[in-house]
């Protein structure tokens, strides 16, 4: 979502690329170049005031730092505030001490609230919680409905009124959850509430009345990162009419510019806590400004990306990995290691998607748009065309065996030279890895 915003800025870094000292002119130049970086995501427009005078202000002050070059120390700045505008700190849901905790869901008719209760409860679940998701959504057709589907995918307990008992009163469900909550041992609730499709009285009123009568632990907002400068304006209205707590921005998968999204948390002064990036139940993340600010950055998001890894990998088998992988120059990591962490990989989601997490990819993102998951196919093959002998140590594969594999294989003789020699360069970054912080790392990657 936010490409153009990273490829912008990533420009503007790389003109300061190799200067001894920057001049009061090159300040002013990075700082314009920046505010239409922003301006042009759709960041609103008091933000980026904020922003680019802190910036300017920084950048030509004091801080003169002995260890970064000016560029990086841009780009530190950068990082630092765009950080505090994401809202600084991430922020935890808060639990009663006395359960139930009470979430209850506001925003907007097709913001994804729906969506969110089942990705919610489904995070939650993987916790060791036992959420129950409310549907006290009684006005839109089918609320009810979609609530009871997406909690029976989430395998999450739900509690809806009757069909057939009339258009039901949204208040008395929601009372009635936390009463069910408390006998069933539910130990949250998640109440789903109407949206319209624009703000108005009645629907703030209703919400407003569910609120009083429930008193949630927190109230998420929920927004559609889409939806453009209408979101600064709609949170202000839930601020205001609502209140709430924490916001979470959904359809971040989109191709908006989704710079007003990003503005929300410094607006009404709320953190932004969770993400939502498609339509999957999985398909959804804690909120991390400091992640999302080096994702915007090109600096890749490892720490997501190394949590991902964690919840599929067994920390055992991580370990067996890691241990392979520091032996000298990682020749205890063999092709048969290289094709179970390739498989492992596919579970964790779409190559490309997880490739954009990774420090440094925003500059071959397009190619990496285009990797095809079928050579993940092809290269599993030619591995299960070797002998084990062959996957153990690789350097033994001659001219006679590449051939033997690539007919067992149905690819070329090339494509098996070129699997072998990807494996070793991958298996030297890797281990290069393992014994020592990420590559590119610490000099911020692209300068
Ligand atoms: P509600 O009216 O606020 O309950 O919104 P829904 O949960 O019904 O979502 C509205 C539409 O947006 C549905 O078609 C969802 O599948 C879709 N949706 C929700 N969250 C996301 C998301 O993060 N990404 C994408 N691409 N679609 C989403």
Redesign the pocket.
Known sequence: MFDTLSDRLSATFKSLRGKGRLSEADIDATAREIRIALLEADVALPVVRAFIKQVKERAGGAEVSQALNPAQQVIKIVNEELIGILGGETRRLRFAKQPPTVIMLA??????????AGKLGRWLKSQGHTPLLVAC?LQ?PN?VN?LTVVAERAEVGVYAPEPGNGVGDPVKVAKDSVEHARAKQYDIVIV?TA?RLGIDQELMQQAADIRDAVSPDEILF?VDAMIGQDAVNTAEAFRDGVGFDGVVL?????DARGGAALSVAHVTGRQIMFA????QLD?FDAFHPDRMASRILGMGDVLTLIEKAEQTFSRQEAEKMAAKLASAKGKDFTLDDFLAQMEQVRKMGSISKLLGMLPGMAQVRDQIQNVDEREVDRTAAIIKSMTPVERQDPTIINGSRRARIARGSGVEVGAVKNLVERFFEARKMMSKMAQGGMPGMPGLPGM
């Open positions: 925003g907007l008719q097709g913001s994804g609230k729906t969506t969110l959504d839109r609320a979609q789903d949206g929920v959904s359809k971040l998968d989109g939502s990036n498609g339509e398909d």
